[in-house]
């Protein structure tokens, strides 16, 4: 590669295997393990995250135009105390999910603001309690604002539903209502379901893949691409 831009470009985000993760992270992430939903119903978790080595790195690395990283890593102390501490995880399947919620973004045209809480939950969050829930596959959010809008109403949490469901049958929503888990009144709940991204960057043999050689996805260097391509079409 010879451009310049790309090559002052950030190395990207490393992709890690959470079976390689150190034994406290592994309790907490629980890589492969089966869970239940609400129905009874078995979803294994994901595996393949993005290390996100520091705060600074969350803050600048963009998914999509209007969704940083760090937005789907707002917790509190709900969230494993070990999460708090970089380097921090993410599902890879994250990246569809900030796929829809721009999608989302621009057909409300407005901005869209994630709960804390309201991105990735490990399945030792406090909310998870052990039932299966897409916010612990990474693709899921809980948005509570929509430009001025508080989304604390009815109509309103009605209106954003119908937009979401709108944009794809692979988006789901929480019907308005107060039961924990099967409805909202205070967000809109978005979600894909249970997705888990095997990064294209990523050997699935364990075996054949050194550690020193984890795979990086770069967020940046994409999106530099895009920005580029009307002007390439020009020449
Ligand atoms: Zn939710």
């Known amino acids: 590669?010879?451009?310049?831009?790309v090559e002052v470009e950030s190395a990207g985000l490393k992709v890690v295997d959470a079976y390689d993760l150190d034994d406290a992270l592994r309790s907490i992430l629980k890589p492969g393990e089966m869970v239940r939903d609400d129905q009874?119903?078995?979803h294994r978790l994901p595996r393949y995250f993005y290390e996100v080595p520091s705060y600074e790195a969350a803050q600048s690395?963009?998914?999509?135009?209007?969704?940083?990283l760090n937005e789907f890593l707002l917790t509190d102390l709900k969230e494993a105390q070990r999460l708090h501490e970089f380097p921090r995880y993410l599902p890879c399947a994250v990246r569809l999910l900030a796929f829809y919620l721009q999608q989302f973004r621009e057909k409300v045209g407005a901005s869209v603001h994630i709960a804390v809480n309201g991105g990735y939950r490990?399945?030792?969050?406090?909310?998870?309690q052990n039932t299966a829930s897409p916010h612990m596959w990474g693709t899921a959010a809980d948005i509570y604002r929509i430009g001025s809008t508080i989304l604390r109403t009815k109509e309103s949490i009605e209106r954003f539903n119908e937009v979401?469901?709108?944009?794809s049958d692979e988006v789901h929503v929480l019907p308005y209502g107060p039961i924990l888990g099967r409805n909202a009144d205070d967000h809109v709940h978005l979600d894909l379901g249970y997705i888990t991204l095997i990064p294209r960057e990523i050997s699935e043999d364990r075996m054949e893949q050194p550690q020193e050689n984890r795979p990086r996805f770069a967020f940046?260097?994409?999106r530099r691409k895009e920005r580029r391509a009307p002007?390439?079409?020009e020449e």
Not at 1 to 5: A, G, K, L, P, Q
Not at 164 to 167: F, K, R, S
């Open 122 to 128: 490990s399945p030792s969050h406090k909310l998870v």
């Open 164 to 167: 979401a469901e709108d944009l």
């Open 40 to 42: 009874g119903r078995r």
């Open 1 to 5: 590669m010879s451009d310049v831009e």
């Open 61 to 68: 690395t963009r998914l999509t135009t209007h969704f940083g």
């Open 231 to 233: 002007v390439a079409a």
């Open 220 to 222: 940046e260097e994409r």
